[in-house]
């Protein structure tokens, strides 16, 4: 049986795409492009099912369409609509391809270069062309907005969820 832990987040089908079975998808992660893995995940109806691809094409840097061995009909795609897609970390070769990935950072502890505690990550906001950490502190103001740029991490302890920044003087 595959477990949540075993996989990464790396996009959601859309919609069916024309009459034989193709679907469009966004993606965060394009590491199905990059490795050997024949195949990508779904979660149905509370089970992570693993569904070959047969072909895909990328639209733009964020969208693609994808046809699953054995899905050949629109009717047959649709039960993919607004399904999330996730992919095996075992596939996953090199470290960098997993922090790659927006759901990485969720609920990491986040300091600053003084090790001062600036709080938890609660969303990773892509929706812009400048992806940014949404950090609570806890407290009732407004959370921090730190762009999530390699050059402002100093360091991230993955097995303690802590990451590290060293941010510019009068972001914060």
């Known amino acids: 049986m595959i477990k949540r832990d075993e996989l990464i987040k790396i996009g959601q089908f859309n919609k069916p795409h024309a009459l034989y079975g193709e679907i469009s998808f966004t993606f ?10 024949p195949y990508i995940i779904c979660e149905i109806d509370g089970i992570f099912v693993p569904f070959f691809i047969e072909e895909y094409r990328f639209k733009s840097d964020t969208t693609g369409l994808m ?7 629109s009717d047959d795609a649709k ?5 999330d897609i996730y992919f095996p970390k075992t596939y996953i070769s090199d470290k960098e391809d997993t922090v790659a990935s927006k759901d990485f950072f969720l ?8 090790d001062n505690y600036l709080g938890s990550i609660t969303e990773v906001d892509d929706s ?9 502190n806890g407290e009732d103001n407004e959370p921090l907005l730190i762009p999530a740029v390699e050059e402002f991490i100093k360091e991230i302890d ?3 969820k802590i990451l590290r920044l060293d941010l510019p003087e009068g972001l914060i």
């Open 28 to 37: 965060s992660n394009d590491i199905f492009d990059r490795s050997d893995c």
């Open 79 to 83: 039960m993919f609509t607004n399904t």
């Open 67 to 73: 046809k699953l061995v054995d899905i050949d009909t």
């Open 158 to 160: 993955e097995e303690n």
């Open 128 to 136: 812009t062309a400048n992806v940014l950490f949404v950090i609570d």
């Open 107 to 114: 609920n990491f502890k986040v300091y600053d270069g003084d």
